[in-house]
């Protein structure tokens, strides 16, 4: 990935998201549990979502975006060196999953080759979202993945 941004080549610039929005986080600390917790974080808010904000989640969207948390948090949780934080934002046209860790070490995106044991989670990742990106942030890095939802 570069300093920036890693998206698809055919995903248009779009305009800043709404302020307008459901917004949930939770810090882990590493502990055994962390993944299954985060996954019931995103599992609640995206039940919220669709309740309190009449979001229309597609056939795979809620599949996908419990993926990518737990390809998230899991590399948070293997390459960053103390707490990470897992904060969820959305409304009825996207959702955002960003991660915040202390690692400043920014993902490498391999290109796909199935004979390769391990380095699958960004490639994950950038198959399932609309956006990803990943920035340097005074604590670490922050990477996010959005999703656009039905209208």
């Known amino acids: 990935m570069n300093e920036q941004a890693t998206t698809r080549p055919d995903d248009p610039v779009r305009a800043a998201p709404s302020l307008d929005v459901l917004l949930t986080a939770e810090v882990f600390d590493g502990e055994p549990g962390c993944i299954a917790q ?10 919220r979502l669709v309740a309190e904000w009449l979001a229309v989640l597609g056939d795979h969207t809620r599949s996908d975006l419990m993926l990518a948390v737990s390809e998230l948090i899991t590399n948070a949780d293997r390459y ?10 959305g409304n009825a046209q996207r959702i955002s999953v960003t991660v915040y860790d202390s690692s400043t070490a920014l993902p490498v995106l391999y290109s796909p080759d199935p004979a390769r044991l391990g380095g699958h989670g960004m490639e994950i990742v950038v198959a399932l979202c609309d956006r ?20």
């Open 38 to 47: 985060a996954r019931a974080l995103a599992d609640r808010f995206l039940t």
């Open 80 to 89: 960053s060196h103390g707490p990470y934080m897992l904060e969820l934002e």
């Open 132 to 151: 990803v990106t990943a920035e340097r942030v005074p604590v670490g890095k922050r990477i996010r993945a959005e999703f656009e939802l039905s209208t």
